[in-house]
């Protein structure tokens, strides 16, 4: 059964930092590519950054030189340091495959920026 479970949420001051993770498990983690997508009030679901299985990362214009992804495979894990955080970027996040994400989604973990 394939489960992510994210963690690392929480309410931070604009310009403040933030660093998830997710587990992941019943997947073979290593081979397979890995992406954080968030979903803010009102909006669809968005991939935020990606992770391919040979270490090459992107990022969406909005993160690119505040958001870093990356990613322990011994851990089954992928984690998303968040710097730099401003109001726009508050919305639950959530992690799964990619490019191809699974139909089971994680509950996620809620990312609040405000003053």
């Known amino acids: 059964q394939v489960q992510f479970v994210e963690s690392g949420g929480g309410l931070v001051q604009p310009g403040g930092s933030l660093r998830l993770s997710c587990a992941a498990s019943g997947i073979i983690f290593r081979v397979n590519g890995m992406g954080w997508y968030r979903q803010a009030p009102g909006k669809q679901r968005e991939l935020v950054a990606s992770m391919t299985t040979g270490g090459s990362a992107n990022y969406v214009d909005s993160v690119k030189g505040r958001f870093t992804i990356s990613r322990d495979n011994a851990k089954n894990t992928v984690y998303l340091q968040m710097n730099s955080l401003a109001p726009e970027d508050t919305a639950v996040y959530y992690c799964?495959?990619?490019?191809?994400?699974?139909?089971?989604w994680g509950q996620g973990t809620q990312v609040t920026v405000s003053s």
């Open positions: 799964n495959r990619y490019p191809l994400p699974l139909m089971y």
